[in-house]
């Protein structure tokens, strides 16, 4: 492959579709940014819009056409079931890309941070999933499709676990806390009374908050223990979820094991309660493990499978690049 081959990777998610060319150097040479492209949140019809919205962006602003992109990689938030599949794929496939391939965005974060795509990759941003592949290829997902159905992770819930303490703690019916202080200061009230009762006369009764969760991480830092609890009990979820996918792949020949945890909860958080917590619950059931904070944005990940596709090979002067690019927020 020449450095003039032009590869696209598009990181669809539930808050945002990000799109990026690079060369087969790893240079990058555009993007593009849309709404979101979680099919289960605004429908497949606006997904697909705001798809081409991002691609388009990105092609115009490197001067190149749909026939110029050697591999298109798509890495999909919303891809849970083959359902999904059967809803996404043929949206997709309207997109006049001669070579192109998708997976869940799961997939697109263990390749983030395993070079040889095997490993077990959680995810734990605004809501939670995990995947894993193994050395035969095989691979599979646990969770990720909602509290109903087993997920207990993902800052949105964390948020609401937060709350639900913060109110305990204040009634008596939990550990003496900073948490009803750190809720107060967040949502701007000086009382709980009041917070309470303008959450029930405005009928709240459910959190979505997920930047609430930054206050649990600085409650449990001034050593908060009921924050600590909610930290250690988060890590301990996402051990247990880690620990059902290696039991359904098999195991892993490979040690140590990667563990490649990626989400804003996990990459920004950073917690070392969270982690160790998570490590301990791994290790009592595993050998060993590593686990793996990739520094790339997601997107990089998409970029990745397509040169895996296209068997150029991966440096680690090419991630060097991707990382430094960093994501859309900058």
């Not at 989400?263 to 958080?269: E, P, T």
């Amino acid at each position: 492959m020449s450095d003039s081959t032009y590869i696209l990777g598009v990181d669809g998610g539930g808050s945002k579709t990000y799109a990026v060319i690079v060369n087969a150097l790893g240079d990058k040479i555009s993007s593009g940014v849309s709404g979101s492209s979680n099919h289960q949140v605004v429908g497949i019809e606006k997904t697909l819009t705001h798809i081409k919205e991002s691609i388009d962006q990105a092609l115009q602003a490197a001067g190149l056409s749909h026939a110029d992109i050697a591999f298109a990689q798509y890495g999909m938030a919303g891809l849970d079931r083959e359902r999904d599949y059967e809803i996404v794929r043929p949206a997709l496939a309207t997109l006049p890309f001669n070579r192109w391939d998708m997976v869940c965005d799961t997939m697109e974060g263990l390749r983030t941070g395993s070079p040889d795509n095997v490993g077990v990759v959680l995810l734990c941003g605004s809501g939670t999933n995990a995947a894993g592949r193994n050395e035969a290829g095989e691979s599979i997902q646990v969770g990720g499709i909602g509290y109903l159905y087993g997920d207990s992770l993902g800052s949105n819930y964390m948020a609401t676990t937060m709350f639900r303490a913060a109110v305990r703690s204040w009634e008596g019916r939990e550990i003496p806390s900073i948490l009803p202080d750190k809720l107060l200061n967040y949502f701007g009230f000086s009382h709980m009374e009041d917070l309470i009762n303008d959450f029930l006369d405005r009928e709240i009764y459910q959190i979505r908050e997920g930047r609430l969760t930054v206050s649990l991480h600085e409650a449990a830092n001034e050593g908060d223990l009921l924050a600590i609890k909610l930290l250690k009990e988060a890590g301990r979820e996402l051990g247990i979820t880690g620990n059902a996918v290696i039991r359904k792949l098999g195991g892993f020949k490979k040690q140590p094991i990667p563990i490649v945890l990626v989400g804003s909860v996990i990459q920004k958080g950073r917690s070392p309660i969270l982690l160790d917590e998570l490590r301990r619950t791994l290790e009592l059931e595993n050998g060993e493990i590593e686990l793996i904070i990739p520094e790339m944005a997601p997107v990089y990940g998409a970029i990745l499978l397509a040169m895996d596709h296209l068997q150029i090979p991966t440096s680690e002067e090419i991630h060097r690049k991707f990382t430094v690019n960093g994501g859309y927020e900058s």
